[in-house]
């Protein structure tokens, strides 16, 4: 049985996209909107969510100016939402800081800053739409995480420790809501070629395109799954990697980014 109520039909479904400027979100946004979803696209910079927007019915996006650290900003389109759609029924809060980081070049600065995106801005979304949600007792939330919030992985300082932040929140989240008939999709990524990920100089194992990624969530979201991880022959891997002893654990992972 499926941990969420599966997602059978996505026509007319008010989607809002938090993070929908490139990579994952972008190809999201589309994705949803070529099945039919109505798709609200947030991001602090326009410019890009304008073009995806030119490319459908007038009526079938909304695009909404966020910055995520910003409380109000938050809220004022969640308001814009309802004005224009009545109620939202599924927040997927993609948005997130990536920065390659090790001990020798740790930046306590740039790490409050990814921290404060990845792990601050999904909980003020959440708690924008959650008494709506709850009051009705539907709707839906999905959190791009990552594999990389499993367990330590090299370069990760920062951005390690907020995904597995998320993790934990999902999965607190899916306590409380699942008796409320709202559903929670905890979504991990393993490796997405984006502009994020082309700063990496090691190996990434089973790379795929934001295309792919899309896919894999839409199909987590209509299968009605708790947990979307992908590509499966890279984030199966890690998670048997965490029941392994620390030294089978570490020499894997050195073999496996070749650092």
């Known amino acids: ?3 969420n109520q599966p997602i059978n039909n996505f026509i007319n479904k008010r989607v809002w996209i ?5 990579g994952i979100g972008e190809a999201t946004a589309h ?3 070529k099945l039919g979803a109505k798709v609200a696209l947030s991001a602090r910079k326009t410019e890009e969510l304008h073009k995806i927007q030119s490319q459908y019915p007038e009526d079938q996006t909304l695009v909404l100016p966020c910055d995520v650290l910003d409380d109000a900003a938050i809220e004022n389109s969640y308001k814009t939402i309802k004005e224009f759609w009545g109620d939202l029924d599924l927040l997927l ?3 997130g800081i990536y920065e390659p980081m090790r001990a020798e070049e740790f930046n306590l600065s740039a790490a409050k ?3 404060a995106t990845n792990v601050i801005g999904p909980m ?4 924008t739409v959650l008494p709506d949600f709850i009051i009705r007792q539907s709707g839906g939330i999905g959190i791009v995480s990552s594999v990389a919030g499993y367990s330590g992985l090299p370069k990760a300082l920062a951005y390690g420790p907020s995904k597995a932040a998320m993790i934990n929140f999902c999965e607190n989240l899916y306590y409380d809501l699942k008796p409320l008939g709202i559903n929670v999709y905890m979504i991990n990524p393993g490796f997405v070629a984006t ?3 082309a700063n990496n100089d090691f190996y990434m194992p089973a790379l795929i395109s934001s295309e792919a990624a899309a896919d894999y969530i839409v199909n987590g979201l209509r299968d009605g799954e708790f947990d979307i991880h992908f590509p499966k022959r890279f984030s199966l891997f890690l ?6 002893p620390y030294s089978v654990y570490f020499f894997f992972i050195k073999r496996i980014l070749k650092i």
């Open 124 to 127: 003020a979304a959440c708690a």
């Open 18 to 22: 938090i993070g929908a400027s490139s």
């Open 113 to 115: 800053n990814i921290i």
């Open 195 to 197: 502009r994020a990920t």
């Open 93 to 95: 809060y993609v948005a």
């Open 31 to 33: 994705s949803l909107l």
């Open 239 to 244: 998670k048997f990697l965490r029941i392994l």
């Open 1 to 3: 049985m499926p941990l």
